[in-house]
């Protein structure tokens, strides 16, 4: 089959949500080249470290309890996050079972040695947090976190002394803030402006751009390096886009863009404050997409123009 019209085949297909890259191996040499290409990393700002640009969230998805069918299937998507180069896990204390699936994960896998754990501090002003970092490293079944991030900003007061207190200790090795939906972003701003931090986590894709005005320029200005999550807005942007529409030839010809997950992760993997978007999933299939979006090509500042021109057309 001639390569150009095969590709248009491909995205079709892709398009419809019928079926995924991966169902083409050997099909066009063009994308099973580009298939191989490996995920790529950006420097933290703060110490220089690489951390690879596409990491996974685990609200709901793995919130499974002790399900032992449950448990398996979300080691295996974990497998294809670490098969496929993966580093950044993210959970909360609030994601219910989450941390202890992925401790159920880790040691069905031997902790992968790429492994970025980051964890959230959600307990009231008062509460002991220092007791429930070790019972969520307990869970995870690792040592100490390589991230800590107050969850939604709560009680940040108290809690951002104690989190810098414990990297001093070297219990912790970076520390940071979250929020989502775009809530509280001035306050945000305040604690990005005047707090030392290593990483802030905010809602940023590519139906949701506020972010871009004021916190990404910040992030650069301050050297905070940025996690996005929500990159699929909660599942239906993705689920949306895949029912309903083609990906464009264009976005195939510009940046080797194949599926949806790639046209919306290099959307924001590519801007140049982000690093590292954390989308979830309880599919192996869809964990496979998702890493592949961070390889190969990414769009410059024309291409993105032209992307949020064409979902705006939608
Ligand atoms: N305040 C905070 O700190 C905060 C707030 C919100 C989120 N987060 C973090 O950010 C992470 C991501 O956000 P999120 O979980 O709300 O939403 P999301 O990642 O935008 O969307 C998750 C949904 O997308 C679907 N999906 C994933 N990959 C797909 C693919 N390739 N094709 C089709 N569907 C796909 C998943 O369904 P399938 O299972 O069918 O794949 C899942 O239902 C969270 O898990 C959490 O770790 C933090």
């Avoid at 085949?9 to 298939?35: E, H, K, N």
């Avoid at 993966?86 to 992925?102: C, N």
């Avoid at 989502?180 to 905010?202: I, K, N, T, W």
């Avoid at 590519?270 to 979830?280: D, G, K, M, Q, T």
């Amino acid at each position: 089959m001639d390569d150009c019209i095969a590709r248009r085949a491909f995205l079709r297909l892709i398009g419809t949500g019928a079926v995924s890259a991966w169902a083409f191996p050997g099909m066009l040499p063009s994308v099973a080249r580009a298939q191989t290409r490996e995920l790529q990393s950006k420097p933290i700002p703060s110490s220089g470290e690489s951390l690879p640009m596409i990491g996974m969230g685990t609200w709901r998805t793995f919130n499974v309890g002790d399900d032992p069918k449950l448990l398996d299937a979300r080691t295996r998507v974990v497998k294809a996050f670490f098969s496929r180069g993966g580093g950044l896990i993210d959970s909360s204390p609030m994601y219910g079972s989450a941390p202890e699936t992925i401790g159920y994960a880790l040691r069905e896998l031997g902790a992968p040695k790429s492994l970025f754990s980051a964890e959230k501090v959600w307990s009231p002003a008062g509460g002991n947090a220092r007791e429930q970092f070790a019972s969520l490293a307990e869970q995870w079944g690792i040592k100490k976190f390589d991230l800590v991030q107050v969850h939604n900003l709560q009680d940040w007061r108290e809690h951002l002394p104690l989190l810098r207190e414990m990297r001093n200790e070297e219990l912790i090795r970076y520390i940071g803030i979250t929020t989502s939906h775009g809530r509280r972003h001035a306050e945000f701003e305040q604690v990005m402006a005047s707090e030392s931090l290593d990483f802030v986590q905010l809602t940023y894709n590519i139906t949701h751009r506020d972010v871009e005005s004021r916190l990404l320029p910040l992030a650069r200005e301050r050297g905070i390096a940025v996690i996005a999550n929500r990159p699929y807005d909660g599942g239906s942007l993705i689920k949306g886009l895949k029912r309903r529409e083609v990906v464009p030839e264009w976005a195939a010809q510009e940046f080797a863009c194949r599926t949806w997950a790639d046209f919306l992760l290099k959307f924001i993997v590519s801007h140049p404050a982000l690093n590292c978007a954390i989308p979830a999933t309880t599919q192996v299939a869809h964990m496979n997409e998702n890493m592949q979006a961070g390889s190969g090509p990414m769009p410059d500042g024309r291409a993105r123009q032209r992307m949020v021109g064409f979902v705006e057309s939608l």
